[in-house]
């Protein structure tokens, strides 16, 4: 019995080299075979593999049901992720349109309090973008509205978010808009809720440097920046963005626009204001008349038409007005 065991491990090591070594062999030969640049080599190749792989089609079923399986579940997994955040983006949603719901409900009653007068000559009108700059140093776009539009030169242009630039030069039926990244661009902006004057300077970067600030202390990153309107070019309180530090410590602007995908631009038109150039010039109201008169006594204020005037009550002077 241990002579028979002993003459089976014989057998057993020389056997389990042999088959060792004819796998290495194989695997060599068709390491030099795939390797092997050339015509025939090529042609031998291509007739093993559609000679070989066919048959071993059932032996493929698994593997290709196991990776189609991992994939779908990777696939709902990924669609769960997001399935729950765009539920948590609508809450948040819910949440701004019930505050903004109250915020303009507020407004209306503050206006109406104040009596206030909206500008209605302040509209817009909204263009295609046909083509950009292409170039590094320079940053502007061409939209499809011109002088026909009444298009004037100085005049904003935002997308559906915030303020993208301005209109510098005008044809008859194209315009094109410097963008507030340009070089050459030069705003003046207000950051709130501080109420810092400044002015945004463009570097042909994609966050702009905020320059010339009132009190640097003052503004916070994440502050809102708004133009101020000074110098009459831009209408006030149009939104450009927020602030943010840079990498060099100084101050710049991430923009409310969306560059990457500027397809309309709405260009807000611009009315001048009234220029007084005299100081006469204005209609000066009688103050007698006025609604309320400083240093009249009360007996003296609203009198009736044909009511006999108190002695106490100043005479009634006519002031002059020049047109």
């Not at 992720?81 to 915020?103: D, V």
């Not at 920046?225 to 450009?240: I, K, M, Q, R, Y």
């Not at 100084?250 to 260009?267: G, M, T």
Request: glycine share 8%.
């Amino acid at each position: 019995m241990a002579r028979s065991k002993a003459r089976t491990e014989d057998y057993v090591g020389p056997v389990r080299r042999i088959l060792i070594g004819l796998t290495l062999f194989v695997l060599f030969a068709l390491f030099l075979l795939w390797r092997i640049d050339s015509p025939r080599v090529e042609r031998f190749r291509a007739q093993l593999v559609d000679a070989v792989v066919p048959n071993f089609e059932w032996a493929l079923v698994p593997v290709t049901k196991t990776a189609d399986a991992i994939e779908n579940f990777q696939s709902y997994q990924r669609i769960s992720e997001q399935n729950q955040e765009l539920r948590r983006e609508l809450r948040q949603m819910q949440a701004w349109k019930e505050a903004a719901l109250q915020l303009e409900q507020e407004n209306a009653k503050l206006r109406d309090l104040n009596n206030v007068r909206l500008d209605a000559r302040l509209s817009y009108v909204t263009g295609v973008v046909l083509a950009d700059s292409g170039s590094p140093f320079r940053q502007s776009v061409l939209i499809n509205l011109g002088a026909r539009d009444g298009v004037v030169d100085g005049w904003a242009a935002m997308d559906g978010l915030g303020l993208v630039g301005r209109i510098a030069g005008v044809g008859e039926r194209t315009s094109r808009v410097i963008l507030l990244t340009d070089s050459n661009s030069r705003i003046p902006v207000t950051v709130q809720p501080s109420g810092q004057t400044a002015i945004l300077t463009g570097d042909n970067s994609a966050v702009p440097p905020l320059g010339f600030v009132d009190n640097r202390d003052l503004v916070r990153p994440g502050d809102r920046v708004l133009s101020s309107g000074d110098g009459g070019v831009f209408p006030a309180g149009l939104l450009v963005g927020e602030v943010v530090q840079g990498k060099d410590r100084r101050l710049r602007v991430r923009l409310a626009a969306d560059y990457e995908r500027l397809e309309f631009l709405r260009v807000m038109r611009s009315h001048p204001g009234e220029v007084v150039t005299d100081n006469g010039a204005l209609i000066v109201m009688n103050p007698v008349m006025a609604p309320v008169a400083d240093g009249l006594p009360p007996e003296c204020l609203d009198l009736e038409e044909g009511a006999e005037r108190p002695e106490t009550c100043p005479a009634e002077e006519t002031a002059e007005v020049t047109q």
